[in-house]
């Protein structure tokens, strides 16, 4: 699977939106974007995921340039719950059993 | 459902003990793993199973064995704790068909001293 980079934390005013950013430049043609966050140490949470096009779900939407070597992640309106630590991730549908290859992700942190 | 459950949810294990964490899903999953997340970093792949009784190695599986007699419940065995093992747990599961999301449990923190 691809490799993934993500900063490693941000800042967001709450209600407004967060945008993260992710950066997998060596994505090939059957790999998936899956964004999954980790609130305090919980298990991960899957958010969304796409191949090229956009996707929004009733959490956030999914923007995939249109060469796919970049995404990001939109919170439209962050809530002090959205702070947590938010991981892209890139899979194949190939890659059967080796699930999720997780990096360190970008602890986003909302404030009042 | 009940999803993923995972027991116990904190362990103190003295160097040398064995144990076992134990994962069950009720939702007909083919697919299971477990991973450990030392702090500050992110969640590292140990054994994985596409099915009863077939599984493989992760990417750190030193250390724990696995068996898949079901389709509900996939345990870790830790054979001899050592406190590089010190860690928390999270076992997830999803189904085989299509591009599904993964769902994980809230996750076993142990530590071994």
């Known amino acids: 699977d691809a490799k993934t980079t993500q900063p490693p934390s941000m800042d967001c005013a709450e209600g407004r939106a967060a945008n993260l950013p992710c950066n997998h430049s060596?994505?090939?043609?059957?790999?998936?974007v899956y964004w999954y966050r980790q609130i305090h140490s919980q298990g991960p949470q899957y958010i969304i995921h796409?191949?090229?096009n956009n996707e929004t779900n009733e959490m956030a939407s999914l923007i995939i340039t249109e060469d796919r070597k970049s995404s990001t992640l939109i919170l439209p309106h962050a809530t002090l719950r959205d702070t947590a630590v938010y991981y892209c991730?890139?899979?194949?549908?190939?890659?059967?059993?080796?699930?999720?290859?997780f990096g360190g992700g970008t602890r986003l942190m909302v404030k009042p | 459902n009940a999803g993923v459950t995972q027991t116990p949810k904190f362990q103190v294990l003295k160097t040398g003990q064995s144990m076992t964490l134990q994962c069950a899903q009720d939702?007909?999953?083919?697919?299971m793993s477990w991973y450990r997340q030392d702090p500050g970093m992110g969640l590292r792949l140990i054994h994985y199973?596409?099915?009863?009784?077939?599984?493989d190695q992760g990417e750190v599986p030193n250390g724990y064995n696995v068996s898949r007699s079901t389709t509900e419940d996939f345990p870790l065995r830790l054979l001899s704790a050592a406190p590089s093992q010190t860690s928390v747990y999270f076992c997830?599961?999803?189904?085989?068909?299509?591009?599904?999301?993964?769902?994980f449990g809230q996750g076993t923190r142990l530590t071994v001293v």
């Open positions: 199973s596409v099915g009863a009784g077939i599984t």
């Open positions: 796409g191949l090229k």
């Open positions: 060596t994505i090939s043609g059957n790999e998936y």
């Open positions: 939702m007909n999953h083919e697919y």
């Open positions: 997830a599961s999803r189904r085989t068909e299509g591009n599904t999301e993964a769902f």
């Open positions: 991730i890139v899979r194949s549908l190939n890659n059967a059993g080796n699930m999720l290859t």
